[in-house]
């Protein structure tokens, strides 16, 4: 079995002041981990994921995530917070022996001025 | 454009009636699958195939739910008789592949609104 946990259903920051998004995992087996995002009346994108090797996995739109299997933790980071990074950000767990993806409960960023 | 599209984006429907969306993966991807997504909530997993081969279903997937993907490319998924549990974004993606590797690409949704 496999579940993923978002501390925070809501996170609001200032432009320009750094974006922590906390993501906790749970899996039998070795998972595969993802950061999707999810602007209004829109499908999910992906931003970053961890398959293997480095742990510190970059993404798109100036966002990181580092892999910390000790802690099964997967936190999304951004030095800088955009208006543009509105949005709706969802962490997933997928595990060869699952075979499909296990999304958490996502987490809505608000920028503010 | 060449993701994954659905159609309709929006549907409003009365209780009781059958309603299908239709989901047109990537060319090549192999794999299509099915997310329901409810206001709040992260999407949940409804089924997914393997070409024409539908591997698995959600207990989600009630009787009143059918999936098909008769050769292999676009994909439908019917609702009969719906009930107002059923309103929700319907989320379709596609990848090449089986595998945490291969990346899933969404497609925008049919948002569903039964009356």
């Known amino acids: 079995a496999q579940s993923v946990t978002q501390l925070g259903s809501h996170v609001s920051v200032s432009e320009g002041a750094l974006v922590l998004l906390r993501c906790n995992y749970s899996s039998s087996v070795p998972p595969y981990l993802f950061w999707y995002v999810q602007y209004p009346n829109q499908g999910l994108q992906l931003l970053l994921k961890?398959?293997?090797?480095?742990?510190l996995v970059k993404g798109i739109n100036g966002f990181e995530a580092e892999f910390k299997k000790s802690e099964t933790s997967f936190h999304l980071t951004k030095p800088s917070a955009h208006m543009s990074d509105a949005a709706e950000y969802f962490c997933?767990?997928?595990?060869?022996?699952?075979?499909?993806?296990?999304f958490g409960a996502g987490t809505q960023v608000v920028v503010t001025p | 454009d060449t993701g994954v599209s659905q159609d309709p984006r929006h549907k409003i429907t009365k209780r009781g009636q059958n309603v299908t969306f239709r989901c047109d993966p990537i060319?090549?991807?192999?794999?299509l699958y099915w997310y329901r997504q409810t206001l709040g909530q992260g999407p949940e997993f409804l089924t997914y195939f393997q070409n024409e081969a539908q591997l698995e279903k959600s207990r989600l997937l009630s009787d009143r739910f059918s999936a098909e993907r008769p050769k292999g490319s676009f994909s439908t998924l019917e609702i009969q008789r719906t009930e107002q549990g059923d309103s929700a974004m319907y989320l379709c993606?596609?990848?090449?592949?089986?595998?945490?590797?291969?990346?899933?690409?969404f497609g925008p949704g049919t948002r569903l609104t039964v009356l």
């Open positions: 997933a767990v997928f595990s060869d022996s699952w075979g499909k993806l296990q």
């Open positions: 961890y398959t293997t090797g480095a742990t």
């Open positions: 993606a596609s990848s090449l592949g089986a595998g945490g590797f291969n990346e899933q690409f």
């Open positions: 060319s090549e991807h192999n794999r």
